[in-house]
């Protein structure tokens, strides 16, 4: 017989992910063991430099915004069995979104008005930036991902000729744009605490980290609780039947991608906005494709998507930590981590599987056979 | 009139060396993907190509070494992919984007353990190197004029990689349309059910298509690093497995049309440098972004169907399940 047994839903959803992060761990603990250094150490030195100094927990909540957004964008693409890998692409055009706004309207208008609208500039912008690709999936034929790949070079190159270019701030050599005027500005988070007599070490934590939230709950209205995001999921589950239910399957493709780049758009609320005020080279530092390993790891839903975030805040804070303890182990330990996680968790995520359902299918049998 | 001549020659010297690891990648591409593979790890391939053989090459200062490691290291990398997504079924795109990922880490974190040189190698000496070989009677042919040129500039010269880069095309196209082994291959890529059903292996198909892909990766990276370079830089691949991929799909995922795209992206990489800044009557300066991104543009053209109808391996993406 070799028929696995079902696995318990509790084991799919909790067990089995928490057995493939263990693996891309343990691989990652091996390979510093092979470097010649104490996997324990490592793993102890980016715990504290995660959580325990004063102003860690701010720097891993504000890395900890990025991937909310980038991985609802990956995952929201997900359900409509779409592969957005242009995360990165669109959350940079979506940065050009929030400046053209903040550059034209910054210095005339007040900041109730200015800063809502960059949020939605840069989201339109990003949103744009994904369409064209989902429009092209769906009604060209083209292969998503391969178009995605090819937009992120493309917005690379473009935002490359601007910040050189056009963007460039006046008398500047370095390519980004003049910083915005403080209508477009997004609130510290140390500053609105502050107000309300909470004292918060010195981070870039910002107001950004809210709009992340709200894009959490958002994202779960949307895919589960509005018509639209049960076509959505009726499209990724299966097109030809969605089709017969009278689905309009290219319309619900683009508006999903369009959705998706909306997400990775609103990155830049947190980066442009909140902590550089200004649009520099590479801000997006590779945050858009963090947010395929959050997706995967958070399976398309937004508490499984708030937890990785955490998890790659936390990662992200921690490694950069292991630069000042160590000599021969750097933060591209996290790229490392990183890789093993979208390895374990994405593309052996059912490795495990098999035996793992055997395993408990042999300790339930016996009880249900006393049961019967 | 000479000197534009000899321009041009400069611009189609520049090009060969600038589409050797493209070709090179291209034809593992092709490879993997009429097996049935999507390989967008050709990026990361290539990037643990290029580290590998300059880190072995400087530990034992052998070129040879280094291009067998760097072999090995890109089919070690192939075989991770296979494991992923032949023998787990696991999705295409993710496990080769994983691939990428690990290899940009893992070269910088081996690098910075092996060297402490911020995730450089060291500097290799010219004997280290793959360096260009002077072909038989460049002199005498100087006497010549014009042909005496062409093959001073453009036919010798050039280091043994990219001679054997040339010699993968027809190579390739040998092995998939005249060998027994290329027709299940291409069979695999299009109706793997036919190829299981005639009791040959899908998956050994498979395996053997990302090796040999990964043997074309791991010389294109050493190309990189110990001949056309003379150290591993990090992120020295720069892209190049994209537009590699870009250059197979833009070939219809056959070698001769393959490495037409990869002669003709090597010559915009190449025109760009020397374009920069120029004035052109008419046209006024040509910003270089804009030179770098016709690749990406003219492959998202293409694969609209804009400009030709790209017809893809049909079973490519899906696992198989007998």
Known sequence: ?372 | MADFMLQLLLTFDATLRLATPLILCAMAGIFSERSGIVDISLEGKLLSGAFVAAAVTALTGSPWIGLMAAICASVFMSLIHGFACITHRGDQVVSGLAINILASGLTIIIGIALFKKGGQTPALSSDERFRGIEWFGVNLMDNIPIIGTIYRQLISGHSLLVYMALLAVPLCAFILYRTRYGLRLRAVGEKPESVDSAGVSVAWLRYRALIIGGIFCGIAGAYLSISHGANFVREMSAGKGYIALAAVIFGNWRPIKAFYACLLFGFLDAATSRLQGVDIPLIGEIPIQLMLAIPYIVTVLLLAGFIGRPTPPAAIGVPYEK
């Open chain 1, 1 to 372: 017989m070799n028929v696995t047994p079902p696995l318990p839903k509790w084991a799919d959803l909790i067990l089995l992910p928490l057995i493939n992060l263990f693996a891309a761990f343990f691989v990652c603990g091996l390979i510093v063991l092979a470097i010649g250094e104490n996997p324990f150490t490592a793993l102890n030195v980016m715990i504290k430099g995660a959580f325990f100094y004063p102003e860690s927990l701010g720097y891993t909540l504000y890395y900890t915004t990025n991937f909310i957004f980038t991985g609802l964008a990956v995952a929201t693409a997900f359900h409509a069995l779409m592969f957005n890998i242009g995360g990165e692409g669109q959350a940079y055009i979506g940065g050009l979104g929030a400046a053209v706004v903040a550059l034209l309207f910054g210095p005339n208008l007040p900041m109730l008005i200015v800063l809502p609208l960059c949020i939605l500039s840069s989201a339109a912008f990003g949103a744009l930036w994904a369409l064209i690709p989902g429009y092209l999936q769906a009604k060209r034929g083209s292969h998503i991902v391969i178009t995605t790949i090819m937009f992120n070079f493309l917005a690379s190159s473009l935002m490359v000729w601007l910040l050189a270019g056009p963007l460039m701030q006046q008398g500047q050599q370095s390519p980004q744009t003049v910083l915005f005027a403080d209508a477009a500005q997004l609130p510290q988070m140390r500053e609105v605490l502050g107000y309300f007599g909470f004292e918060l070490a010195n981070s870039p934590w910002n107001l950004s980290f809210f709009i992340a939230l709200i894009a959490l709950v958002v994202f779960y209205i949307l895919i589960w609780k509005t018509r639209l995001g049960y076509e959505i999921r009726a499209v990724g589950k299966n097109q030809e039947a969605a089709r017969y239910a009278g689905i309009n399957v290219a319309k619900i493709i683009i508006i999903a991608m369009a959705i998706s780049g909306a997400f990775a758009g609103l990155m830049a609320t947190n980066e442009v906005l909140g902590v550089h005020n200004r649009v520099i080279l590479n801000f997006t530092a590779g945050y858009g494709f963090t947010g395929i390993a959050v997706a995967l790891m958070g399976r398309n839903h937004p508490i499984g998507i708030f937890l990785a975030s955490l998890l790659f805040g936390a990662l992200y804070q921690g490694g950069a930590e292991l630069d000042f303890e160590f000599t021969s182990i750097t933060r591209e330990m996290v790229v490392l981590i990183q890789g093993m996680i979208i390895l374990f968790s994405g593309a052996l995520a059912y490795m495990f599987n098999p035996s793992l359902a055997r395993l408990i299918a042999r300790i339930s049998a016996p009880k249900e056979a006393t049961d019967g």
